[in-house]
């Protein structure tokens, strides 16, 4: 899923702006680690801080105090400070300003892997508004024995003009190391963020597994997805019709140009565009006709002309076509044409205009559909190269569910989880092993666990992640396997797992949805889903479902900090626009507003309410449900 737009100021662009993360220092109360690399949620902490940035800026690098250690696996460059001596975070600013090529650098540190995902946006308004020189964030505190608000700064998170360099080597030459006091003169914005939990960094064990058992943000959790996964290896060699809806294993090279000649563009006559202009019409002798699959046999000359149908080749010498509408027959083989009836070249198909020879067709990772596989025929291609099909069981977990036709005994359910996952993976391709209900019992779910994991690349399971008293997934996840993350912070589908398990020389990869009806289908379609297909060998365009935007109906309330889908229905009003609203009440076991939604709207982590008349992002339910 692509992540909503972080509206930049008009005189500031996103690529104007390197983003510095601040990384290389070592935690004395973590062990003497370097806490850029210390583990959450299965990737290390810069990393998380990366994920953030990245969207809000044109440029990316990571500050370090000398070599680039374990920071160079990110694939980004690597600034050492340029100072001698342990100059903290003032030195990677230093390094940071020598180094950027852009007017403006944004720092930030490696331990606060909260980092706004508006940072950027709001710091370069602030700089804007005030004519300054550099932003930093700041927020406030209330102090505890006056009960009055104070104001913190937090001057690591700055967005500063790199013309201040000047500045900074001359506060340095005089022997100051603090970053707050660095910028003298010149003109500084402070910029208000009400939340002050972003800011924070991990200065302490307790601090980091705390963090641990927060849920992660909705963009966290799907980057963390999307670079854990790889495609299955296996292919098969599949006829044209049986390969409908596989993903391609590899690219498809043309073997032929498309069209193979150039061509007509409409039934008309042929001829040569230097018969035409004037003020006076033109009279042409009809001298062949040329049908589609039957080249031509005479040389059209200079005041001739072919009649010709749509896709017939183009005799030698002629580049255009005059439509048999615009023409008047002067007689029985003569054609008289208008001024200004064409221009030269008109109506003319050239050799290779869609495809040509050698140049690639389809690219690995494409989802074959009706089109494609046309493109495919018009090839001449019988067989391609696909990914196999993944291989993902399923089942729900649960001593209160039941399946279709047995009795409900009091404070039973019907299991519909189990039907939904097994339509919405039919859909997406998968060969699919339902597993039935599971009891809320340890030595049942671990031999479930075990079972699925020696048939599937992929284990879905519904209900039993979350921190209940039941739920007793956690403890055996620790003896078969890892687990990456357990909570997101999103509504609905807070709890999940991801991670991977092993037994008996086998593995397969864990997806441990939600139990709610609503809060399963939203977990799958924008964090399920994406990863299944890249299992699968889809590109990154295939993976993610495309946001559209449309106005709010109607106020929407909504919570910042978390990411929301809401249920939504997208209509026309009576001016003929198009609006949204939501299908009422969103509680995550409310399954039959899945029913009359056609729509998921999106709100974003860094959105609060939403006003009537205000554009939202929405995904079409068109295709998925």
């Not at 692509?2 to 100021?9: D, E, Q």
């Not at 308004?125 to 932003?135: C, F, I, K, S, T």
């Not at 807070?494 to 092993?502: K, N, Q």
Request: hydrophobic share 45%; charged share 20%.
């Amino acid at each position: 899923m692509a992540h909503a737009p972080i509206f930049l100021p008009d005189m500031i662009n996103k690529q104007d702006i390197t983003g510095l993360i601040l990384a290389g220092g070592l935690g004395t109360r973590m062990g003497r680690r370097d806490k850029g690399m210390l583990p959450l949620h299965g990737q290390p902490l810069a990393r998380h801080v990366l994920q953030r940035l990245a969207p809000q800026v044109g440029q990316l690098a990571i500050s370090v105090h000398a070599d680039a250690g374990d920071y160079a696996r990110f694939g980004l460059p690597t600034w050492p400070d340029l100072l001698p001596g342990q100059l903290g975070p003032l030195a990677g600013l230093h390094s940071g300003m020598q180094r950027a090529t852009t007017p403006y650098l944004l720092t930030v540190p490696c331990d606060s892997p909260l980092l706004p995902p508006d940072l950027a946006a709001r710091l370069a308004a602030g700089l804007v508004e005030h004519d300054a020189d550099l932003a930093i964030a700041v927020t406030e505190e209330i102090d505890a024995a006056t009960g009055t608000a104070v104001r913190r700064p937090h001057p690591v998170f700055c967005l500063v003009k790199t013309s201040a360099l000047p500045q900074l080597d001359a506060y340095l030459r005089g022997g100051e190391r603090r970053m707050r006091t660095w910028h003298g003169p010149l003109k500084l914005a402070e910029v208000l963020f009400q939340d002050g939990t972003p800011f924070g960094n991990i200065n302490t064990p307790d601090e980091l597994a705390t963090l641990q058992a927060q849920g992660l943000s909705v963009p966290a959790a799907q980057a963390i997805l999307a670079g854990t996964v790889a495609p299955v290896a296996e292919t098969d060699e599949l006829p044209l019709p049986q390969a409908f809806e596989r993903i391609l294993a590899a690219d498809i090279i043309s073997p032929i140009s498309v069209p193979a000649h150039d061509n007509s563009a409409m039934d008309g006559y042929a001829l040569h565009g230097a018969d035409l202009g004037g003020d006076m019409p033109v009279t042409l002798a009809v001298v062949d006709t040329i049908l589609a699959g039957r080249p031509g046999t005479v040389t059209v000359q200079r005041g001739q002309c072919a009649r010709i149908m749509t896709g017939a080749v183009m005799p030698h010498g002629c580049d255009s076509v005059v439509p048999q509408e615009l023409v008047q027959q002067a007689s029985e083989h003569a054609i008289t044409i208008a001024p200004d009836c064409i221009r030269a070249g008109d109506n003319r198909r050239f050799k290779g205009e869609d495809l040509m020879q050698g140049q690639p067709a389809l690219l690995q990772g494409k989802r074959l559909g009706p089109a494609e596989l046309g493109l495919l025929a018009s090839l001449g291609i019988a067989t391609v190269s696909v990914r196999r099909r993944l291989r993902v069981a399923f089942f729900s977990t649960g001593d209160e569910l039941r399946s279709i036709g047995e009795p409900l005994d009091a404070g039973c359910i019907y299991d519909s989880n189990r039907y939904t996952l097994l339509g919405m993976l039919t859909r997406l391709g998968c060969d699919v092993l339902d597993m039935g209900i599971v009891k809320d019992n340890p030595q049942a779910l671990e031999a479930a666990l075990r079972g699925a994991c020696a048939s599937a690349d992929v284990i879905v399971t519904s209900g039993g992640v979350s921190s209940g008293a039941a739920d007793f997934t956690r403890d055996i996840l620790a003896r078969l396997g890892d687990v990456a993350f357990w909570q997101i912070n999103m509504r609905p589908g807070r709890p999940m797992a991801f991670g991977r398990i092993a037994s008996e020389g086998a593995s397969a990869l864990l997806l441990g949805l939600p139990g709610n009806p609503v809060a399963v289908m939203a977990a799958f379609y924008f964090l399920a889903r994406p990863t299944l297909l890249r299992l699968m060998g889809a590109d990154a365009d295939t993976a993610s479902l495309p946001l559209l935007q449309v106005a709010a109906q109607a106020p929407i309330r909504k919570k910042r900090g978390r990411t929301e889908y809401q249920r939504g229905i997208v209509e026309r009003d009576a001016d003929g626009r198009q609006h949204v609203r939501v299908t009422g009440a969103q509680g995550s076991g409310i399954l039959r507003s899945m029913t009359q939604a056609n729509c998921m709207i999106v709100l974003h982590e860094a959105q609060g309410h939403v006003a009537a008349g205000d554009l939202v992002d929405i995904v079409l339910f068109h295709g998925l449900t």
